[in-house]
């Protein structure tokens, strides 16, 4: 890891960055918006057109309006203030932090966080919520990779009380030490790794996954029950099979094809979450996976 940074002392401990952007309004993006804006932060979420910047920003504030009926402190009119959506990455111009959440799929990202990184000034930082590819891989089509750092969220953003930050082979030590204050300041635990494929989360949780696949596939026990076994048994505090529910079978089966290629053939889909996928049973959001969630 380079000790090399431009980052100020003030925004060391300082809380959350003034401005923040989200690349990217889907499910993860609208959760990482949510918590900027509690923190304090304006936040403005970038998305593909306009009819995709207005559903983001529906998202965003349905989870708002969430927090104010649990007894968040502010009105929500003054946490709606502080959220806007656009289509152009200039929006991003005086962000001192911008956090890349499109799809899993590494060219993409690495489009997206080249993009970004043009507006951004050079003291700002930009991050990742990449699951699973590598921050060094991505930091190489990067001009400033001193300033690129993985923030890894976790599904459902709101009620996970975790952030998994990934450190590159560039990534400077201030910007470090301030990521770790800016997910302190959202609420949430940082736990800092170094870069390898699927990090520390990504690869334990998807090898849970994987081999409770194929304990269905095999007909072991039912989803049920293998979950039952879980939490109840390790106190896990949902099974492998609904988190794999919650988090989407596409987005699992992704990792797992990502992980495959970087470590070895233990981290190979299972034909039962290919054939799933394949037939549109996604999990909640499809409202069928290994559950019925209708």
């Not at 003030?10 to 804006?37: K, N, T, W």
């Not at 596939?217 to 529910?245: C, F, N, Q, W």
């Amino acid at each position: 890891m380079s000790d090399s940074t431009d980052i100020t002392d003030a925004e060391v401990g300082a809380g959350a960055p003034e401005r923040v952007g989200v690349l990217g309004g889907g499910r993860m993006g609208a959760g990482i918006a949510h918590a900027f804006v509690l923190a304090g932060s304006q936040v403005v979420v970038v998305e593909r057109d306009a009819a995709a910047a207005a559903s983001a920003m529906e998202r965003v504030r349905e989870s708002l309006r969430r927090s104010v009926e649990r007894g968040w402190a502010e009105p929500l009119d003054e946490l709606e203030g502080r959220l806007t959506t656009a289509t152009e990455i200039a929006a991003f111009a005086g962000c001192g932090l911008v956090v890349e959440a499109v799809p899993e799929d590494e060219a993409l990202k690495a489009d997206a966080l080249a993009r970004a990184e043009a507006v951004l000034a050079p003291t700002a930082a930009l991050a990742s919520n990449t699951s699973s590819i590598s921050i060094t891989r991505l930091a190489a089509g990067l001009e400033r990779p001193g300033r690129f750092v993985g923030l890894h969220f976790f599904n459902p953003v709101p009620a996970s009380g975790l952030v998994e930050i990934v450190l590159g082979e560039e990534t400077g030590g201030d910007l470090a030490n301030a990521a770790r204050a800016w997910v302190e300041a959202i609420g949430k635990v940082p736990v800092t790794v170094h870069d390898a494929p699927g990090f520390a989360s990504s690869r334990l949780g998807v090898a849970i996954g994987l081999e409770a696949i194929r304990m269905v596939e095999e007909g072991v026990a039912s989803p049920g029950d293998i979950d039952a076994a879980m939490e109840l048994g390790y106190k896990h505090p949902m099974g492998p099979l609904r988190l794999t529910d919650v988090v989407g079978l596409d987005v699992r089966l992704d990792i797992a094809e990502q992980l495959e290629r970087d470590l070895d053939p233990r981290f190979a889909p299972p034909a039962l979450l290919r054939q799933m996928v394949a037939e549109g049973r996604l999990g909640r959001k499809a409202g069928r996976g290994f559950y019925d969630w209708d």
